[in-house]
Every structure is written in C-alpha cells, then in structure tokens.
C-alpha cells in the first residue's frame, strides 16, 4: 500500500505563517484532504481537493499541492490552531480499495 | 445540522467481539457511502472500512480481513462496525465519517465529513 509522509512536529509564532507537507506517490494520483485534530476531539476537514476550504473553516487555511506533495498552509497562525494535522488520500495501490493518512504533524503556536 | 453519533465507550477482554453504532442525521443517509477509521492512544489514523449506501457492497482494510463487518440499517439511518477476536491492540477511539467525493482536472478526490465523536474501545483482560 502507499504511504503518505508528514513531518512529526512544526513550531510557528502567532501571527505568522506556517507550512505542512505531506508527500506520497498517491498524491500523483489522488487529492489530498487534510483534517485538524485537537486533544480528545474528532478530526475536523479543513481541506479537500487539494486547496478547497469548507465553509467555517477561516480563511488563515490554505492548501496546495504538485506532484507528489500537497500543503497545508497558515496565514496568521492563531494559539486556536495548535492541533495535529493529518493529510489523507486514496490508496493508489491497484491491488485493492484503501485510504491512507499521513502519520501527522503536531503544530505549536508559539 | 449534518450529524454522526456514535454509541458509548466499551470495555471488552480479548477475544471477545464489539459492535459500534453511528446515527446519522442531517442528510440523507442513503445517499452516502460510509467509512470507519479507527486512531490508537497517542497514534495516528487509520482507515478500516467502507459500505456503499445500500450496504450490498464493503471494503476492507487487508489488515482488518476477517475480523471486522460493517453494515447498515437504512431504516434507522444507523451504521455499524463489529470487530471480533479482540487483542489488547484494538484499544483504540473508533470513528465513523461520510465520504465524499469529487472529479476535478481529470483527477479524483475523496475526503471524509463529517466525523462522529468518536467510541473508545478498550480491550483488557
């Protein structure tokens, strides 16, 4: 199966701007979403489609992707987005029908 | 509002089975397929299963194969997720999400919304 890779942890000041990366072969195929997880709550869509934001979320979120890499970027990070960031796509794997996440980045706002 | 809520948190021993329930609200249920995806204590996630909307058709995660069974009830708009033979390592919040998907650029993206709250499940002798 594919894997998709995120760093483990990313650190940011408050106000200014940050960048997560996810990087998997399935990415050449597949968009990714990215979701906000915060301590004991479920993980929450910030991200489809690559760079599409659902309605609520702020606009400070962004994303991006090329090739094998997506991007979850924010513009102003607030102490409110300190949470873990997971990237998912589908497996390309033809072998059989599969999700895959990254394993997560843990964000600080400092 | 679009919904997903789960049963309670569960204490099983090992060996032992544990059945899930996931209401849905909000939407129409029958429109929808569904996933599980399940996350250990301090680990990430980690996708299961799927059932289509009329709940004919699963998948399965290979490492899952043989232990785990979803199905729906479309009458109740209630999904469910058994998983059986339970080990210490199946200690985990498990999470039922709405797929959703979308063509675009001759690509295809999927993307899980919304999520239920989550059900901990603890395997313990």
């Known amino acids: 199966s594919s894997e998709l890779t995120q760093d483990p942890a990313v650190s940011v000041a408050l106000g200014q701007t940050v960048r997560i990366t996810c990087q998997g072969d399935?990415?050449?195929?597949?968009?990714a979403s990215w979701y906000q997880q915060k301590p004991g709550q479920a993980p929450v869509l910030v991200i489809f489609l690559n760079d599409i934001r659902p309605s609520g979320i702020p606009d400070r979120f962004s994303g991006s992707g090329s090739g094998n890499t997506a991007s979850l970027t924010i513009t102003g990070a607030q102490a409110e987005d300190e949470a873990d960031y997971y990237c998912s796509s589908r497996d390309s794997d033809y072998n059989y029908v599969n999700w895959v996440f990254g394993g997560g980045t843990k964000l600080t706002v400092l | 509002q679009v919904q997903l809520v789960q049963s309670g948190a569960e204490v099983k021993k090992p060996g032992a089975s544990v059945r899930i329930s996931c209401k849905a609200s909000?939407?129409?249920?029958?429109?929808?397929?569904m996933h599980w995806v399940r996350q250990a204590p301090g680990q990430g996630l980690e996708w299961m299963a799927l059932i289509n909307p009329s709940g004919e058709t699963t998948r399965y995660a290979q490492r899952f194969q043989g232990r785990v069974t979803v199905t729906r009830d479309t009458s109740t708009s209630t999904l469910y997720m058994e998983l059986s033979s339970l080990r210490s390592d199946d200690s985990a919040v498990y999470y039922c999400a709405r797929d959703n998907s979308q063509q675009r650029d001759g690509f295809t993206g999927w993307w899980f919304d919304p999520w239920g709250q989550g059900t901990l499940v603890t395997v313990s002798p």
């Open positions: 399935s990415l050449r195929r597949y968009y």
């Open positions: 909000g939407f129409t249920f029958t429109d929808y397929w």
